[in-house]
């Protein structure tokens, strides 16, 4: 595959993890802004085999976990994976354990 297709692909597959992360967070009543949920890469650097996700809500702890180079471009048109639904998913249970705890 092209370099330029795989960049394509994975600042897409970014975009909308970023997306559906601030989506599932916010339908737990917590206000996200899109500066909440960020990846540590950004274009115009080589796209790296692992990519840490920080989501982190104006009051609410810090979650972290991390997508490899194939979840990330897998997700460009659309979230299917189980496993990235997965992570997806333990970013909510965090999120819940906390808003139940505090």
């Known amino acids: 595959m092209p370099q330029n297709s795989t960049v394509a692909e ?37 796209v790296p085999d692992l990519v840490e996700l920080k989501v982190a809500p104006r009051g609410a702890p810090v979650v972290l976990t991390a997508f490899s180079q194939a979840q990330v471009e897998d997700c460009h048109q659309r979230i299917e994976r189980p496993d990235v639904l997965e992570h997806i998913r333990t970013i909510v249970v965090e999120y819940n354990k906390w808003l139940y705890t505090r």
């Open 10 to 46: 994975y600042s897409a597959g970014l975009n909308l993890l970023k997306k559906k992360v601030r989506e599932e967070v916010t339908a737990l009543g917590i206000a996200t802004d899109p500066d909440d949920v960020t990846f540590d890469w950004h274009p115009g650097r080589a």
